[in-house]
């Protein structure tokens, strides 16, 4: 077979004023980046448009080391309802450098369900993650600023939550210290990635324009020496902030490689922070097409999770059906199987590893969603052990297709477009039955995500945790803004409980918080699981010694 | 007068396709990034057509606390050209964010004579100074991740030279500490401001893709244990660096409030780098236009010698023609008077103020280039003041012409234009006299600048400066390319002197070099002289607190 990268260059584009077109926009409303990427202005979005569409949420088992191909499959999912004539387009996050040049690679689907111009998407693109960075890095500046040409008159934080981000791997800058030398005020402090920047989960967040400085404005900073919150607003800019973050806001539209439109915008990690795609992409596509796939990053008991409570929650948005993701590998290493033996078949290992698929499933089902499980099919996968998996899922009243896009593009998807299609057509979803109502404490929310959605026995908060908790209770007490805040949990993707090593279903485990920080401008709280890290390392040996060009053509970011 | 951004926002917009029609480049051709600006591809130069086109070099007194308005100048001439039938051009920097958000606000010019859309080139604009921000940092991530894998491997670095760099004012990260609590090796550092960085001076100084991979590869981070080089193709991360910066390097191409062709690009400051556009802007220009004015950073001791001796010399460009510019104010405070008098006439002040000028003349005219001054007219100027620097021009058989395009566009220019065309037609410049030879040792070449341009008594280096030296010395004693290469001066821009106190025309002053960088990518030896840091900060009141949104408007940012 091909390699990704040279089914992406095979690959017919079409100008990006055409896709817009099909999707029924006027091709001069949109902002051209180049010949194949174009912002789509936000007020274009149609509310009674939105209401209309049908949302369709694609997630995944557990990941292991072994991918499962989401991306793929959402990708695949959008072309193959096109197959059957139906209009529909793909809502995606748009890949950080961090792990493009260090673990993963691009991220930007596989094989012949991929989002074109690939290289453009998972290196600059349009430049939103440039602008959250920059005006992430320009709040803090302003901030250190103001600590220094004011410390004469007396004025003080005595605690600092706003850190500085970079979109790169770099462990160096998770603890520094700054302002040395008389250059400033000295801080204790450190850099996390510009995907869980506040600002980034901020651009996914907002409705308009106006919301985004509502948001930026109400940043918590820190809290002063005299027990008053510092915000955005009290540095006076807002607004200077708003116009660095203002064009990052429009959602951006590409193809996939078979120009099916595509919106990708905002990048969220799940792990450390909500992981989904801007409500402004989601909204875009709904707008103008009948079925929209979208994301959500990593294992359901993450993304998903967030999908709901705070996506779906904040934005109003109801979806039809949730699509759970699989592979033979996956769920053998989730099943007890060593990774040196998952492309052999294996029985037991497979029914093994097939309780973590059922307790995802639960947890979807639990949101009032009708559920379908698609395997994505590698070559080494037997019709045996495909049989094992679909017998579990009719056991529980559950669809079940097979997914061949990688393979086959929206051809190889037909049979779960289908399967889609039929099941949104005869069952009407629940409304979102969340996991904790808005007015729940803020460890009462922790507790029910934890108990309810990952299986834990117990939740624990640590010194620290402890100290943060008791801070936002006792300056915000009165606020009925924060109290109605969802959570955001960090926590590992390779498991259910806070143990990254706890493949499978595990249980009984206690799940440990050791942070808990107050976002006002994303309006959520978020708890930090174990020790889960906002900044990532490299590996020995990073990407970026693979990535180069070769005549002309770059390699090395499939 | 209608404010800057009331002009630019009344000015009409051509698309971006039609002004490059009007310069002879097929639409097709260029990348667009929004209607009104777009990349040009580096393969469209043509060095034939280069070597006919007429390249003019606007440059200015010393600055003081009063701006000077050079790049308006710069803008207003090229408009003029146009005016009396030439096909004209103009090639300048991109702005930085930092001093935007900072001190100095916007960067695009002013009045009638602005480069468009000036929000977008103020602000992200197509990405070039993230793409260098976001190089720089990879190279730094995966430089610690090195010494961190490797550290039980024996492999240290006994000095290390490479940083970081954001585009923001950040004083609080000029003297850092990283790597602390476990997570990587304990270092101390800092961050630069992205026009600092070494890729900026490499993007502005490649003359090919090819080319920007080898100055890349040969990125000197620093000196192992055992004494020798180590450099980024060591981290044999060439290929993924020259990826992140390849889209940047073709030129930008934007439009003038008269639509003239305007290629910006590049931005290194003239203080802390070499402050000039880059090389592939410059040569676009003049593949496609018949006369170019480009613009050096502050005063004609920093960026005009910093063109001649680095930008001119190594890419074989040969000016026809230098404009100085003055204003009576800033003549006014060279000479002696205070600020809050500089608006009141006053002759002796201002003949005093000529020594500065004057000194700028006799440098640009050593390095065999024919003058003219232009005296960029301020309301409050009188006939008499005008009548003085004229004067003492004539007396110099210097050209001089009075510029009002802040007033009037192109046709405050047209004086200024028509005497650039008659001086150019009338007199062949002589071949660039270099201030120094490429074969003269560094302290030689340090010397010379400081002597010959600056008007130094002396130099000194500092027991740092010397160690550099010694250092740089001993490592590379048989590397000729190192020899040959030319130095760039890091020294403050209001005084010849490295004092920013010493106004006018200093005497007797001492130049104390305090840090020697050998930067083997951009191919230059950085002499840092005085307390120049290349890391500003912020101001009490920063500019960002008087940049908004208003009515949909972006306010504060001309």
Redesign the interface.
Known sequence: MKTDIQIARESELRPISDIAEQLGIAPEKV?????FMAKVPVSLIDEERVKKSRLILVTAISPTKVGIGKTTVSIGLAMGLNKIGKKASVSLREPS?GPC?GMKGGAAGGGYAQVLPMEKIN??FT?DF??V??AH??I???L??YL??HRKDGFSLREIYWKRV????????????????G???V??TGFDITPASELMAILCLATS?DDL?RRIENILLGITSDGKPFRVRDL?????????M??ALSPNLVQTTEQTPAFIHGGPFANIAHGCSSVMATKMAMTFSDYVVTEAGFGADLGAEKFFNIKCRKAGLQPQLVVIVATTQGLKMHGGVALDHIKEPNADGLREGLKNLNRHINNMQGFGQPVIVTLNRFDSDTDEEIDIIRKNCEDRGVGFAVNEAFLKGGDGAVELAQKVVDTIERIQPLPINFTYPQSETIEGKIEKVCKRIYGAAAVEFTKTGKKRLEAIREIFADDKDISSYPICIAKTQYSFSADATRYGSPEGFTIRIRDVILNCGSEMIVAIAGDMLRMP????S????R???VNGE????S
Not at 166 to 181: C, K, Q, S, Y
Not at 236 to 244: D, M, Q
Not at 537 to 540: A, E, N, R, S
Not at 542 to 545: D, I, T
């Open positions: 902002e051209p980046y180049g010949r450098l040049f290196l600059h430049g440039h602008a960075t920059s890095n320009t803090s500046a302003l250190d600023n220094y040409q970079l979109d790169v791997n770099d462990r160096a800058l998770r603890n520094i210290v700054t302002g040395l030398r250059d400033g005020v801080s204790e324009e400085r006076g800019v807002g607004g200077a902030i708003t116009v660095l203002r064009d390392g490299l590996p020995k990073p990407q970026a010694e990535i180069t060009i770059i390699e090395g970011l």
